[in-house]
């Protein structure tokens, strides 16, 4: 087993059923996991923001900073890699808050609409998520059978 | 509890006296770049602190920087305060092991120099210059957790019972478990070292800017970038999240839910450019 990092407000596809994808510490940032059973091509995603019209330089040099230049990439880069859309399975994780959060940063929600909204949009099901929440999470995306877990801060780990 | 948690603070290491000498050198308007330099060489610790953390892209030096003299004359007075003091407080983050909140030291250092970022892109943006005495107070802010971590690890149990089924936070649950928090903890660590009063408080108020009767700008900064930086997954520990933000700060500050999403990216950019400095420990 290889664990290959994926940084903040970035990607990385594999197709090695040895690698595991693995993104530590996404507080309101979220984690996109994609995978496709029979072509064995899996990506992991770890997105900062929601929406790149904040920035189109930074998005254009970095589409991984946001959802909705990140999610596109992230699919492209499986497909590349011999996936196909139709049998692509989604989990997410992360778009975490602070508590009594009510009123200022709410950017794990914001996160968590926008990937919500993308995938609505493209007739993408997400097949399981685990969002929200006062922790942060690390995602383990496991190439050799696609299954996904979440470590909390807490120290529990389960598949989602 | 509180007795025995304070007398703690006896364990904790002297503040590394080459830093001390070094500050009021730098007090002073007419201090020399060999005057410093036969100071830090002293120390070879902080000797290749300072050279490492001069060469990261955060410094911005052109040229590589290999000796001690070099690294002191080109880094300037406000970069140089910053340099040394990180030099320090990184040998201490190293010294002591990490307890309860923490699996590794790393984890509390790099939340600590990314809280100190973040308080200089806040500082920059909203009073137009940067502010060592900021810098520094961010940077020791959960100071006070390199103690509290022993007693968290053996009540942890308990704390974490009153912040996942009673609606506690992190802060108020130790409060309620040992008498003291680890913020308060950290003020009497930081008067330890003879910190001055304003990074004193800084430390002991950053989750409760609120309390400090006098309206002082830089525990306000401190709290609020400890919270982007915890946002950002890179939290100071179990406590991470649960925290309560107050909701007064963003008002202060003016700042608009765009402004806060650019600050996201910027604290993403000097995070990676200060990538050596986050290494340290």
Known sequence: MVDIVVGISDLKVSHRPEDVLVTYALGSCI??????????????????????TLDLEKARQNPAMFADTGI???????????????????????????????????????????????????NVMIESEDTGGNFN??????????KTYVKTSGGSIKEI | MIEKILNSIKAIPAFP????????????EDYSVQELATVVKYDQAVTANVLRIANSAYFGLREKVKSVEQALSLLGRKNLIRTIQTAGVSRIFRAVPARGYVT???????HSVAVALMSQILSRRIRGEED??????????????????EYVEEAMTAIMD?????????LEAEE??????HAELGGKIAEKWKYPEEIRDAIRYHHRPDLLSEERPVPWFVHLSDQFASLMGVDGGIDGLACRALEQTIPMFQLRHKDLETCFILLHQDMDRAKDVMNLV
């Open chain 1, 31 to 52: 984690a996109v996991a994609v995978y496709d059973p029979v072509a064995k091509v899996g990506g992991l995603l770890h997105y900062m923001l929601p929406d790149s």
């Open chain 1, 72 to 122: 596109p990439v992230l699919f492209k880069s499986c497909y590349s890699l011999g996936a196909e859309k139709r049998r692509m399975i989604v989990r997410a994780a992360g778009g975490a808050s602070i508590l009594d959060d009510t009123n200022f940063f709410r950017i794990g929600q914001k996160n968590i609409m926008a990937m919500r909204k993308i995938f609505w949009k493209n």
């Open chain 1, 137 to 146: 999470r690390t995602v383990r995306l496991a190439l050799t059978n696609g």
């Open chain 2, 17 to 28: 006296e080459t830093v001390q000498r070094l500050m009021i050198l730098l007090n002073r």
């Open chain 2, 104 to 110: 590794t030291g790393s984890e509390l250092w790099q």
């Open chain 2, 132 to 149: 060592n005495v900021l810098y520094t107070a961010a940077l020791l802010h959960d100071v006070g957790k390199m103690i509290m971590g």
């Open chain 2, 162 to 170: 009153k912040v996942t089924r009673q609606g506690y936070s992190f």
């Open chain 2, 176 to 181: 309620e478990v040992f008498g003291i928090n």
